[in-house]
């Protein structure tokens, strides 16, 4: 925790030392012009992003603007693009920003507080008061080791983006885990934004760079580039319900055969990744999984509803973001980091029994080298044209570290305790980088628990009644299709929570 707020403070702060020079404004400039004034900067900026080099560079934003398309490539229309992107969110803003009281037009029979009739204005006030406290309630908790989300005006920025989106797009609304996504592009625009002051202080530079990095509307462009991010995303944020057409083609283990319905397009998404790549690059880790009852489903619905934001520091997930972005809006990437990131601590997986293994998985250790995963992903959708990056499951940046997770993993389960049995431990609190005060996200029904609530840090509380809702909802459909035994995890969730 405290390594993530060191890296966060460095970001932006001392990165802007290399300013404080007279030559300080034509660097600037140069880096600009550099990376913006070449006909072929697109293709420059994506090897820069595959790369990593764009973590020290002050640009970031521009980039990911591109990449999500909120700027077109032709950057001659790069300024009308963003004045009217502007204007439009404070049409937005304006259009959400109702007072019942100032609407005369109505009888007082329905524009008052008791009215039920659904034409009353305060129905829809309500509502809206309603959904910003739900959202307040994730954003306070956003990246709690990080000062700068603490700030007021950071947490109400970020309340006005996500309730303008849920009002804009109802049939979404807002989700649990949306503020973790907002989060890292607020905080890349608002690194961009300070550096840009630092330099148009002592000189004169382009008129475009004013205007795209214009302080006064980090918030609106925060918002575009949202609903970009949003766009390609959220089918995974979209919970499909359980018909009785499809009820027939349910198996009593889901994803456990090739013949299983997925929910949804998140949860067929993960059979891909499982069955189809995990297996075909590391069929020993599949098979070892398949053995466990692992199931990607309970960590891989964080991993991707959250494009990773808990598995990594700030520093390395902005790493993990530029590649993402910069190789499609589809986010294909993602599948293969998936997979770079299990096979990046195969060996961990392998050596472990199955209480350190969901460790592992929930807490993904911070061991690893983020490059290497890149690059690992990269070679593993082209072998062909992308050579295996130098290392494996055993280039980690601290071997020390291996100790620390073992060893605390295998104090969860006793070989010699009777089955069903557990130890009443905090070993699946072992993490050197997971707050406690993560907030509750991603639960996937309210699960009404109070064994040992106590005794376990609330992230790994709320991390565990997210498994065992998922599971305990696989289990009903396993009871339905006339399996009496519930599958393992879910005993062991039950004794847990």
């Known amino acids: 925790m405290v390594t993530r707020a060191i890296e966060a403070t460095n970001l932006l702060g001392s990165n802007f030392d290399c300013m404080q020079y007279d030559e300080s404004i034509s660097q600037y400039q140069k880096e600009w012009d550099s990376l913006f004034s070449n006909k072929y900067y697109l293709e420059k900026l994506k090897s820069y992003a595959m790369k990593g080099t764009l973590k020290s560079s002050h640009f970031r934003s521009i980039c990911w603007k591109i990449f999500l398309h909120c700027l077109p490539e032709d950057q001659q229309m790069w300024i009308e693009a963003v004045k009217s992107q502007r204007k439009l969110y ?11 009281r100032d609407v005369d037009s109505l009888d007082i029979t329905v524009n008052n507080p008791l009215s039920q009739s659904h034409q009353s204005p305060w129905n829809q006030y309500f509502q809206d008061t309603e959904l910003k406290v739900t959202i307040q309630q994730d954003v306070v908790r956003t990246f709690p080791e990080i000062e700068f989300f603490h700030t007021p005006n950071i947490q109400k920025m970020m309340i006005n983006i996500l309730f303008s989106y849920a009002r804009e797009f109802p049939e979404l609304s807002y989700k649990q885990g949306m503020h973790e996504l907002l989060a890292p592009i607020i905080f890349v625009l608002h690194y961009d934004q300070q550096a840009y002051l630092q330099a148009s202080e002592t000189g004169d530079l382009d008129l475009e760079i004013h205007i795209l990095l214009n302080q006064n509307y980090i918030e609106h462009d925060a918002f575009f580039m949202f609903s970009q991010l949003m766009e390609s995303v959220e089918a995974w944020y979209t919970m499909a319900d359980f018909h009785s057409k499809h009820m027939k083609h349910i198996t009593a283990e889901p994803f456990s055969q090739s013949t299983a319905v997925p929910s949804n397009l998140l949860g067929r998404k993960l059979k891909r990744i499982y069955e189809q790549l995990l297996k075909h690059h590391d069929t020993e880790l599949f098979l070892y999984f398949e053995q466990m009852e692992i199931t990607p489903q309970i960590f891989g619905i964080r991993w991707l509803r959250l494009l990773f934001g808990r598995e990594f520091s700030i520093h390395d997930l902005l790493i993990i973001w530029d590649a993402i972005f910069a190789d499609s809006n589809t986010f294909e990437l993602v599948d293969h980091i998936f997979v770079a990131m299990l096979i990046s601590i195969r060996e961990l997986l392998l050596q472990g029994d199955y209480a350190s293994c969901l460790n592992y998985l929930m807490h993904f250790p911070n061991i690893v080298d983020v490059h290497y995963i890149v690059n690992l992903a990269l070679h593993l ?46 070993a699946l609190t072992v993490s050197n980088k997971h707050s406690e005060a993560r907030p509750k996200s991603l639960s996937i029904v309210g699960v009404n628990v109070l064994r040992i609530k106590n005794e376990l840090s609330p992230s790994v509380y709320e991390d565990g009644k997210m498994v065992y809702a998922v599971l305990f909802s696989h289990h009903l459909i396993s009871l339905w299709a006339g399996r009496r035994n519930p599958p393992r995890l879910i005993q062991i969730c039950v004794v847990y929570f």
């Open 90 to 100: 404070e049409e937005i803003m304006d259009k959400f920003d109702t007072n019942p």
């Open 381 to 426: 959708r082209d072998p062909d044209c992308v050579k295996r990056p130098d290392g494996n499951s055993a280039n980690i940046l601290n071997p020390l570290h291996l100790k620390t997770f073992k060893n605390a993993a295998d104090k969860s389960f006793s070989k010699n305790s009777p089955p069903g049995t557990v130890k009443t431990t905090k």
